[in-house]
């Protein structure tokens, strides 16, 4: 992979209960690309990561979402699982954080279950989006277009549906991230 995400930072928002894979892989894309990725997490120490009902392993927090400022990145990540986005989205400093992306324009990749994160947000009305599909209601009573495919771009959104789609969720989600700020982005904050 070339370096077309030099000088790029990328912030990770996760909590215990990450699906691990859809973590791990595409922080591993992200800095083979040139970007500098750090763990942010409303806990500090480590987060725990799973392996779908399994738990996984332990990752270190770089930096607490309550010293985190989302004007120092260029990028969001958010994994699924399904406990990393329902804690996310009950806590106000997790969603303001996600809000922040939007209304800067500034691009954002979400996968599986991280998509929850975006409905308390309120960012989805009007996108195009995708997900695991137990989330296809939430995000349709959202306001957005929920659709089964791959990956899914939307003006600087990145969606996918589970870890069997990660390759294409790491393609597009690098050829957003290097593409920077989308105006469109900010319609939907």
């Known amino acids: 992979m070339t370096q077309q ?4 930072k990328v912030a990770i928002l996760v909590t215990d209960g990450f699906e691990q ?7 591993q894309a992200l800095e083979q690309a040139g970007a500098q990725s750090h763990i942010i997490s409303p806990k500090s120490g480590t987060v725990q990561g799973w392996n779908h009902f399994d738990k996984g392993d332990n990752f270190p927090v770089n930096l607490i979402l309550d010293d985190a400022n989302p004007g120092d990145y260029d990028a969001l990540l958010l994994p699924g699982g399904v406990a990393n986005p329902d804690q996310l989205r009950t806590n106000e400093k997790a969603v303001k954080f996600i ?7 500034k691009p954002v990749a979400a996968i599986c279950h991280g998509p929850w994160t975006l ?3 309120d960012v989805v009305k009007g996108r195009t989006v995708t997900s695991w599909p137990s989330l296809k209601t939430d995000l349709k009573n959202a306001g957005a ?8 771009v939307d003006q600087g959104l990145v969606t ?3 870890p069997s789609d ?7 989600m690098v050829e957003e991230f290097a593409k920077g700020q989308h105006q ?3 319609r939907s904050a």
């Open 145 to 152: 277009n929920w659709v089964d495919q791959e990956v899914v």
């Open 99 to 105: 809000k922040s992306f939007f209304e800067a324009g």
């Open 160 to 162: 996918s549906r589970n």
């Open 166 to 172: 990660i390759p294409a969720f790491i393609d597009k």
């Open 184 to 186: 469109e982005q900010r």
């Open 21 to 27: 894979v859809e973590m791990t892989e595409p922080k």
């Open 5 to 8: 995400l030099n000088q790029k």
């Open 119 to 121: 409905i308390e947000a």
